[in-house]
């Protein structure tokens, strides 16, 4: 079982739609939390990161964590076209800063 | 605005043959990353260095990857012999330090025919 799972999508929505990401994980020790985002044929660039329980908002991006059932999730407002990229969700130890471990990320397509 | 610089962008080989990759950081960060990324999968770390020591390679397949950063600024990987299944995007990353925010390179696409 990996560590971090993640639905491949792809994931389809008009333009000014929410839309809903999620991940889930497994091994909850000293964890820490991050999506990324990746347009084609580029590398990742970090969206948000999380340390706890709860909601962290940044604009038109909320990043929940729900440390409990192990799920975590990123919502984007009003999405744009511009916002169809492959979002990975990540999550890291504390006690091995640095280490990354990657879900397969999620293809999102926002239409006009 | 500085960036992770990776050459080449596109590489295509055929196997058994040797490839390199190279990676320059952005200035100053300390620790630098390479991941691998095969298609349609979210990057997988290879190697983490702190300055010019390995952190981690736990994942790197040492009879055939290798990886060096000699002076703790720039970075090479390194293939050899190439196989079919390394077919992959080959991203480097860099961060100030290992508790910082990671920056991405644009990353080195390999095709092994």
């Known amino acids: 079982q990996k560590e971090v799972e993640q639905d491949p999508g792809p994931l389809s929505v008009p333009e000014g739609a929410i839309v809903s990401l999620n991940c889930t994980y497994s091994n909850s020790a000293f964890q820490y939390f991050m999506w990324y985002r990746q347009y084609s044929r580029k590398g990742p660039e970090l969206l948000m990161y999380t340390y706890s329980s709860g909601n962290k908002e940044d604009g038109r991006f909320t990043a929940q964590v729900d440390k409990s059932s192990k799920y975590i999730s990123l919502f984007i407002r009003d999405s744009q076209p511009s916002d169809s990229a492959t979002y990975l969700c990540?999550?890291?130890?504390?006690?091995?800063?640095?280490?990354?471990?990657f879900g397969a990320g999620t293809q999102v397509v926002v239409t006009p | 605005e500085a960036e992770v610089a990776q050459s080449p962008r596109y590489k295509i080989t055929e196997k058994s043959q040797a490839v390199a990759f190279w990676c320059d950081p952005i200035s100053g960060h300390a620790t630098l990353y390479w991941y691998r990324q095969i298609l349609g999968q979210g990057p997988e770390l290879l190697v983490q260095f702190q300055d010019e020591s390995v952190v981690d390679d736990s994942q790197l397949p040492k009879d055939r990857f290798s990886a060096e950063r000699l002076k703790g600024v720039d970075s090479t990987l390194k293939i050899q012999p190439a196989e079919l299944g390394d077919s992959a995007m080959y991203l480097c990353?860099?961060?100030?330090?290992?508790?910082?925010?990671?920056?991405f390179g644009p990353g080195t696409r390999l095709t092994v025919l």
């Open positions: 990353a860099s961060s100030l330090n290992q508790r910082n925010e990671q920056f």
């Open positions: 990540a999550k890291g130890r504390t006690d091995s800063w640095g280490k990354l471990q």
